[in-house]
């Protein structure tokens, strides 16, 4: 899916596929084993801006109060740490 989803981007003009690449490397930036302090706080500021591109684009009536919680998260990992799930099996 990591591979498909640029070449579908890539078909949209740039001021829409670049956020949304931008987003999706912040996940998975997000989602690594080691996570290192500054990069986290650098992931902090570019939330910002990638949320402010995405806004210009789309219309108000996309975003809701669950979109914004994306500037928390890179804080709430460094202020938490990595936490690790259990495997749940059935």
Known sequence: MKAVLPIAFSAFPANVWE????????????????LCEDHLMGMHCNIVLILCNLETTFLSGFWNVVEHLLVRLAQEVHLGGPTLMPKRTL
Do not use: R
Not at 20 to 27: A, I, K, P
């Open 19 to 34: 956020p949304l690449s931008s987003l999706g490397e912040f996940f998975e930036n997000l989602c690594v084993n080691v």
